[in-house]
């Protein structure tokens, strides 16, 4: 298995765009996280799917951050308008449900200036 | 976000040494899970444990699932460079909850 797969990689945009970043899931998982990853406050989770429904969006920092996932095998999360702050490392991971551990992506590094 | 407590932040140690890192916190987990990041890369798992007072072992790792279900301990024995890296803990609520929750995170730095 190709295991998580995040693009870009790296992504540099100007203040107020929009971003959207883009994770594939282990074929056969059935939770989707996203998480944000910074110096100040670490590995912060942002919102879970278990079979591609939303669980908890209880970490979404505020209404600028969307997160859909419309099917089994691809999900997005969007920032719109960006803001320098957002500056992070934004990790997807993908899990089978239950009490099983979760597989990271390489994660998205993102600038805004 | 919810974070769990890890402790210390950082060790500087010498190769050959043993080291120790442990994570608490308020809640109790059905799953702790322990994993390594590499510098930009994403975090790694190492072991998972799923059972109160479970002992396991991965190589020169050992981890443990605290009795309390509150608490996880990870021992690396003789370490070598390529430990370097941030070690992280994970605790999962697991059953319909299913929410991954990661520790602040130890950072690891061994001298040859």
């Known amino acids: 298995d190709a295991g998580v797969i995040q693009s870009p990689r790296h992504e540099v945009t100007e203040m107020g765009q929009e971003v959207t970043l883009r994770c594939k899931p282990i074929s056969g998982h059935n939770s989707l996280f996203w998480y944000r990853q910074t110096m100040m406050r670490g590995l912060e989770l942002l919102i879970y799917f278990n079979n591609n429904v939303p669980i908890d969006d209880s970490g979404m920092p505020e209404d600028r951050f969307s997160a859909k996932m419309p099917n089994a095998s691809f999900s997005t999360l969007k920032i719109q308008p960006s803001e320098p702050r957002d500056s992070a490392v934004y990790f997807c991971a993908s899990s089978w449900g239950g009490n099983t551990e979760a597989f990271f992506g390489q994660g998205t590094r993102l600038t805004v200036v | 976000g919810q974070q769990l407590n890890q402790s210390p932040q950082s060790m500087f140690i010498q190769e050959g040494e043993d080291v120790s890192m442990n994570c608490t916190s308020s809640s109790i987990f059905n799953t702790w899970l322990w994993y390594k990041q590499d510098p930009g890369e994403g975090p790694v798992l190492l072991i998972a444990?799923?059972?109160?007072?479970e002992l396991t072992s991965n190589g020169r790792l050992t981890a443990q699932f605290g009795i309390t279900r509150k608490d996880s301990f990870l021992n690396i024995s003789a370490s070598i460079p390529s430990d370097v890296g941030i070690y992280f803990c994970a605790g999962l609520y697991g059953g319909a909850t299913n929410k991954l929750i990661f520790g602040t995170g130890t950072l690891l730095a061994v001298q040859p």
């Open positions: 444990l799923y059972k109160a007072g």
